[in-house]
């Protein structure tokens, strides 16, 4: 299983059977009841250079452990039915403040929103929330109230600089349909800054039909799967850039 980006997401993972291990009977059970498992071992690789020593998995309960498997890769989640995790996104911001790190975050929300004219941590209720400076209004106020589509736009830059892989979920969710092209532009610029790669889902064709700008200019670094159930499997089709590309400006059906 290989994983291709930039260099520290690169990896490959072999995984292995031997049959030449033996074969062990637990005590009291007859050798008929037993089951023989052929023993499992796995293995990361970059390039040809190994990231750790063969593992064999333990199971533990109802718990698969690998012990000594190299740091895995910085998740994040956006579920399209729950809500954005203010306080880590809040945690996040204040380091990037802390390193004087936030101005690019700040410059792509005020290019995409000019009527936001600052962003910055503060207490809401005892709480830590990201608020927001909006001309006309006499005082900050917490960003989710601006927009849900600012909120989540926001939420998705800040876990970009931390985490290396997103995976949101009807990306098109509280997006203004004039914002969803320059949304995917932003996005891919913002992923490709930090070396992270975002898997989004959309049942929206106006959405897929704004990412076409995107596909144009980037047909090497953009995919499409395609899911579909089938005799009660999922199946999973990919599409490349440019066969993406020509199906958007043709109408053809991609979801």
């Given at each position: ?26 005590v ?38 690998l ?7 910085g998740t ?20 990037l ?7 690019r975050i ?37 960003l989710?109230?601006?927009s ?26 509280g ?5 969803l ?25 106006e ?39 020509s ?7 991609v979801?």
């Amino acid at each position: 299983i290989s994983l291709k980006g930039s260099q520290d997401i690169t990896r490959l993972l072999e995984i292995k059977t031997s049959s030449a291990e033996p074969l062990v009977l637990p005590v009291g059970v007859k050798s008929r009841e037993a089951e023989s498992r052929a023993p499992i071992t796995f293995q990361w690789f970059r390039g040809r250079q190994p990231l750790s020593h063969a593992i064999r998995p333990k199971i533990e309960g109802d718990q698969l452990k690998l012990e000594g498997a190299p740091i895995s890769l910085g998740t994040s989640l956006y579920s399209s039915s729950a809500p954005i995790n203010y306080r880590e996104t809040a945690q996040w911001f204040s380091e990037l403040s802390k390193t004087r790190k936030k101005d690019r975050i700040l410059r792509v929300i005020g290019k995409m929103f000019p009527f936001v004219g600052d962003l910055s941590l503060e207490l809401h209720n005892t709480a830590p929330m990201i608020h927001a400076d909006v001309e006309d209004l006499p005082e900050k106020i917490p960003l989710g109230l601006v927009s849900t589509g600012i909120n989540k736009l926001f939420a998705l830059l800040v876990s970009m600089t931390y985490q290396k892989v997103l995976l949101v979920d009807e990306i098109e969710n509280g997006i203004y349909w004039d914002i969803l092209k320059p949304m995917w532009n932003t996005i891919y610029d913002f992923a490709t800054e930090c070396g992270a790669q975002v898997f989004a889902s959309t049942h929206s064709w106006e959405c897929l039909k704004a990412a076409s700008d995107m596909t144009t200019q980037h047909p090497k670094d953009v995919r499409l799967l395609k899911l579909r159930r089938e005799s009660g499997k999922c199946l999973a089709r990919l599409v490349d850039g440019l066969d993406f590309e020509s199906a958007l400006k043709e109408d053809v059906e991609v979801r």
